[in-house]
């Protein structure tokens, strides 16, 4: 994530000093009274998600598999949006009770809640403690690049920000290295946690002991001995071990690496004097309806008047299973970056196969926009947006503050 659309200087400050201080609605569909599945509003403070749809799956006595939902909302913040839950009766989510977490019932479906499946993300943010010096002059130059397009990066959340490592894992399991993919996930040490964890991390790494580092982990960083259990029985069998995660954590590690593929696109766009809203020939165009199209020299000047009034988009298209024609510039970018990580389509389809998930390859938009409204109170600002499922909140923020990307923790 190397450029910023605005010359503007930053306004510092920090995201998420309370969890109030970043609120995420979901916009869902339409939520039908018929089908198997139970459509529930979770509303959530304090809980990654994949952690809460793990007890809410053991306080059900069901499998999480069983569990569905459209986005993977943030944990330091408070979210609301659907999950759907395979056979299940609304009294026993009634008789569920857990800290911070509140679930309410609200029809049900045919099919469960997948990936993209709501239509979009309210966002009510905070940032808190601000650069005073000349502050609301800089917010009221960075709110109208928002409305015009700033590059639509993968957010920190996807590679992490405690441990950013969460694609390289995905780029091992790409390769087939699984002993490197669980090494990384478990015995990497990264400097912003705490101390006695990154001993832990380096002693396993060092020692291979599964049986020490399990009793030495603490017992909230239950995927990480997940994979420390099944080594103690089962030494040696790295794929065996990953298969004890959950499969949209697994699949989680692949996409992040096709993210970042995105994010280093379109940043070597943006370093070669791309534009994020003006086509050249080669460009991919993105249509609200899913249709795709080519700039051409004979469309480019079409092609920028439909970008402009925003009947489509620029787009890159990350790579995946699925053969694609090469023939922009940023094309040959993404080319040249799977050549240098010797990862082709096979590869996404073997690890399709070990993952139980998909990896097609999609379009992305490169420029993300929004009508913002932001407001000066003191040295903290506020802002209210709205973004299309995929699109980060924090790429948003990110435009003010230009900060260091701990402080958007």
Same mark, same amino acid.
């Given at each position: ?18 969890? @109030?201080? #970043?609120?995420? +609605? ?6 039908? /009274? $018929? ?19 793990? @007890? &809410? ?34 009294? $026993? ?7 911070? &977490?509140?679930? @309410? ?15 979009? /993300? ?36 996807? #590679? ?48 291979? +002991? ?20 099944? &080594?103690?029985? /089962? ?26 593929? #995105? ?35 004979? /469309? ?39 050549? $240098? ?8 389809? $073997? ?52 900060? +260091? ?5």
């Amino acid at each position: 994530m190397r450029y910023y659309a605005s010359d503007a200087p930053g306004i510092g400050g920090r995201l998420r000093t309370t969890a @109030e201080d #970043f609120i995420v +609605d979901e916009i869902p569909g339409d939520v039908g /009274n $018929e089908g198997p599945y139970l459509i529930c509003r979770l509303t959530k403070k304090e809980w990654d998600l994949q952690r809460a749809v793990k @007890e &809410l799956a053991k306080r059900l006595g069901i499998s999480h598999r069983r569990i569905g939902w459209g986005g993977t909302k943030d944990k330091h913040a408070i979210t609301t949006q659907l999950i759907s839950l395979y056979s299940i009766s609304p009294e $026993e989510i009634e008789a569920v009770h857990m800290k911070d &977490l509140a679930i @309410e019932v609200v029809g049900r479906s045919k099919e469960a809640l997948s990936l993209g499946a709501h239509l979009g /993300n309210r966002f009510a943010i905070v940032i808190r403690d601000a650069d005073p010096e000349d502050l609301g002059g800089r917010v009221s130059a960075v709110t109208p690049c928002i409305g015009e397009g700033v590059p639509n990066y993968y957010g920190l959340q996807r #590679f992490g920000v405690i441990r950013p490592l969460t694609h390289i894992v995905g780029e091992q399991i790409l390769r087939g290295d699984y002993e490197a993919a669980v090494l990384t996930y478990v015995g990497r040490a990264c400097p912003l946690e705490p101390e006695g964890v990154q001993e832990v991390r380096r002693a396993f790494a060092g020692d291979l +002991d599964a049986v020490a580092a399990i009793r030495h982990l603490p017992a909230q960083m239950s995927y990480e001995r997940a994979l420390l259990h099944h &080594l103690s029985v /089962n030494p040696g069998d790295y794929a065996g071990a990953l298969q004890n995660l959950p499969p949209k954590l697994l699949s989680l590690f692949v996409s992040a690496f096709q993210s970042y593929l #995105f994010n280093m696109a379109l940043s070597m766009r943006l370093e070669d004097e791309g534009s994020l809203t003006t086509p050249e020939p080669g460009d991919r165009l993105l249509f609200p309806n899913g249709r795709e199209d080519r700039v051409t020299a004979v /469309n480019q000047g079409a092609a920028a008047i439909h970008v402009g009034r925003g009947r489509c988009h620029i787009a890159i298209f990350i790579p995946g299973g699925a053969a694609y024609t090469r023939e922009g510039e940023t094309d040959r970018y993404i080319a040249g970056l799977m050549e $240098e990580f010797a990862i082709d389509g096979d590869r996404f389809r $073997e690890a399709a196969a070990f993952v139980h998930t998909r990896f097609e390859g999609a379009l992305r938009p490169i420029a993300l926009r929004s009508a913002v409204e932001a407001g000066v109170t003191g040295n903290d600002v506020s802002l209210g947006f709205t973004l299309p499922p995929g699109h980060y909140a924090t790429t948003v923020c990110r435009e003010y503050m230009k900060a +260091d990307p701990v402080m958007m923790i």
